[in-house]
């Protein structure tokens, strides 16, 4: 049984609808991955999930709550969201960004206790981003700047976070750096993660739990080991691929065939069988 | 400001001439509603003269008849300023916005009508009573210099003239030349008295020999317009990739300046400031025949053309005998559309 | 600033305990506020020992203190800095302190750093109604004057936000839009009035919408005073909105920040503030725009010390320019907002030319 779910959920943009009738379980103390080709609806049902979409029908659950009637800063305590690309004012430092993530717990005459200095310090510290903190945002790499925000989101103090691709437009080492200290958030903290990932391997490998997503409905959900397969990636994607276990982390491993890869399987056999001619004589 | 700009041009690509082959005739309707305008505008005035006597007025003209002598003395220099100055007024935002790719630019943003504004100003607090025509000579420099200080400054530091700075460069130059333009008025009474017509724009008054002095300037930068619209749509996309298709985009910005100011300087000083035009006509040309600028820079012209006969007619006839200036009337018109077209376009 | 240690937050928080609250403002910010109050008080001192009637400083000091009434002049003294100096020079710095609030407020709610208080349409509401008050309605007491300013700046700020409103919100950039377009509508109409006006009057009110605190008396200081201590504590606890506005709309929902409520609560401060400026002053411009500029600079982008600074600073900068605009040409004198456009533009194009993103 999970806390956070959404039953019959119908997403539109304008009269544009993108989900329709949709349930989903997130799973409790697991991180989630939403997967799927561009447009499928993944980061609309985040969205959806969290509050920055209102439903056309259905609705998203917490605790057999509906979010949107709980008090705007109830669920912030409860579910914290990074949307995507976030952009912090000019000049504004780490220090001063984490800060905000103490936004719900605050009120108009107290708007800075202990605790909400301590649990910054916390999540800049968790982060890594101490030794950054004076620094403006803006004057961040990249990996350092996600993980700024992640710290905000942290800061937040709630047992959901949401990630709406936090890896798209970081180098491959700043990505999976991000993805290890999410990966350390849900393993130590406990906090429980759902991520839209636009890399179906990096979901392979630090994902407990899939939803593969395609036209708005979900295709497969479950344990990666058990529903990434190679009907699976074509049902979504639309592509032949093989699946073969990560050599790493023995997670499955996606690798697209594409026309070269053919090309250069038919060069292989057509090798192997030189090689058998010259044995043989 | 430029990410929305950037918006805006990615969702013109729909448009309502869907099809290449109606744009020219389209064109040419167009055309034949300008002319129509304009004849209707001249039967209207003082006294209402009928089509058939304009009709002969302009094409069989008798020197004995009152009303002959009206139209071609005073109704048609003005009707035909009105035109130029609309179609130069149009053609000058429109470049002006793919230049900057700002659709918020127009030639008020420029440091143009605020350099006229003051020059004017200047030359009616120094020499007292000038005729319309030393206006004229004053409001083209002072629209020169305007425009060639907001060039120098919005390219000077580092990154050049982007279009952010140029806007900014605009506004900024544009309140300050105002706050001399304003401390000349206030402090003296008789210049106020003159030029208040002025500086709200009007139409009122020119005369054929005004016409044809500032005329030419207008004309070569409708030529120019035309000439210069290929590398404007290119540039619109983005200086990277006009520098990627092997422009100049250096030399395209600095001809398109001369253009505008050709333009927009040879409409202020035949009318005075007039706002919206540039503004509101290359959007709704964009809505209708798509973002290339060989496309765009004619329908603007005909329709700035229409767009400022139509409210000096309407000018003329609202508050009868008196007349409103022009350039109240277009922001009348104006500012609704604007707010509207902000309603239903802007979606974010 | 290099010496800091980077883990020490950069800020200092202010605690009570009983009542219960706390509040947080950037370490820098003490220290500039001071020194802005220092340099303030004496450009007051030297404005109010400057004019027709020349008062030495150190009397001014000692009239205002009220110490030296044994002076052979104390009477005149007396009678020139209480009566007409000092309460102008009061409510230009409450007037900058006013403006410069609101357009931090401003470019705050609308992310954009060239918003100024005007853009939702303040100025020109109030314009539209004072220039109809003293070209049209001339037999009218000179008192209705503010009040008609004040209600046209507060009827076209909310018809503003009520045309950008479209399914349940207006982005900020729909707000420039309209705020743009709405503002050129109503100055036709001003012009209108510009146009067939009395000449006598029609100067007037030139004078009047480039702003000026010429003649003003403890009455506008009080009203404006009174106006202030009603919004300043409300726009200074809104602050850290401001903040989490900054971040976008959806990371300050995913924050538990309902935004549109937030958002109108802002911009109603800020007209209201910008609002009771233009009523007893005019339009004085660029000072909304500079000062929230300069202090962003010297104490940072949050809100908590940007908003009282910023009033000092704009506080500041309407005095100084007040006395500038007395002396420039004296014995006459440059009403208040040229002086502001003259210093303000100038600044803004040397940002321009330095800035780095251009």
Known sequence: MSQLTARNLSLAYENNIIIENLSVDIPDGKITALVGPNGCGKSTLLRGLSRLLKAQSGGAVLDGQDIWKLPTKALAKRLGILPQGPVAPEGLTVHELVAQGRYPHQSWFQQWSREDERITREALEITGVLEFADRPVDTLSGGQRQRAWIAMTLAQDSEYILLDEPTTFLDMAYQIEVLDLLHDLNLERGKIIVMVLHDLNHACRYADHLVAMCGGRIVAQGDPMQVVTEEMVQEVFGMECRIMPDPVTGTPMVVPLGRSAKLARQLDLVNECHVRVLASA | MTAHAAKTASSNTTRILGSRALLLPGLLLCLVLLVLCLLWSITLGAADISPETVYTALFNFDSTSFQHLIIQTVRLPRVLSGVIVGASLAVAGAIMQGLTRNPLADSGILGINSGAAFAVVLAVFIMGDPPLSVYAVFGLIGAAVGAGLVFTIGSMGRGGATPLKLTLAGIILTSFISSFTTAILISDQETLDKIRFWTAGSLSGREMSLLAQTAPLMIAGLVGAVIISRQVTTISLGDDIARGLGQNTGWVKIVAAVVVVLLAGGAVSLAGPIGFVGLVVPHVVRFIVGVDYRWVVPYSAIFGGILVTVADVLARVIIRPQELPVGVMMAIIGAPFFIWLARWKVKR | ?358
């Open chain 3, 1 to 358: 600033m290099t010496a800091h240690d980077p883990s020490k937050p950069s800020w200092i928080t202010l605690r009570a305990q009983r009542p219960p609250f706390s509040y947080r403002i950037d370490r820098r910010v003490p220290l500039v506020a001071l020194a802005i109050i220092a340099f303030t008080l004496v450009v007051l001192v030297l404005s109010i020992s400057f004019g027709e009637y020349d008062i030495s400083p150190l009397e001014v000091v000692r009239t205002i203190l009220n110490v030296n009434q044994d002076h052979p002049d104390y009477a005149n003294y007396a009678l020139v800095v209480h009566t007409f100096r000092l309460p102008r020079i009061v409510l230009a710095f409450l007037v900058g302190a006013a403006l410069a609030t609101s357009g931090a407020i401003m470019q705050g709610v609308t992310r954009n750093p060239l918003a100024d208080p005007f853009l939702l349409g303040v100025s020109a509401g109030a314009g539209l109604t004072a220039v109809a008050v003293i070209v049209w309605f001339k037999t009218l007491p000179v008192s209705v004057l503010p009040w008609a300013a004040f209600g046209g700046a507060i009827i076209a700020s909310i018809l503003i936000y009520v045309l950008a409103w479209k399914q349940g919100s207006s982005t900020p950039i729909r707000l420039i839009l309209i705020g743009v377009a709405l503002q050129a509508g109503i100055a036709a109409i001003t012009t209108v009035m510009l146009l067939f006006g009395d000449i006598q009057a029609v100067q007037q009110a030139y004078v009047w919408l480039t702003g000026s605190v010429y003649g003003r008396n403890w009455e506008h200081v009080q009203a404006l005073g009174g106006w202030l201590l009603i919004f300043m504590p409300v726009a200074l606890l809104s602050a850290r909105s401001l903040n989490v506005l900054g971040l976008g709309d959806e990371t300050a929902k995913g924050l538990g920040m309902r935004v549109e409520p937030q958002r109108i609560l802002l911009l109603l401060i800020s007209a209201a503030l910008a609002a009771g400026a233009v009523a007893v002053s005019g339009t004085i411009g660029f000072v909304g725009l500079v000062a929230p500029h300069v202090t962003r600079r010297l104490v940072g982008p949050s809100h908590e010390g940007l908003l009282p600074v910023s009033a000092l600073f704009g506080g500041a900068l309407v005095v100084l320019s007040d006395l500038i605009g007395r002396w420039v040409i004296s014995p006459s004198e440059l009403p208040v907002g040229i002086v502001t456009a003259m210093i303000g533009a100038p600044y803004f194009l040397f940002l321009l030319v330095r800035s780095r993103h251009g």
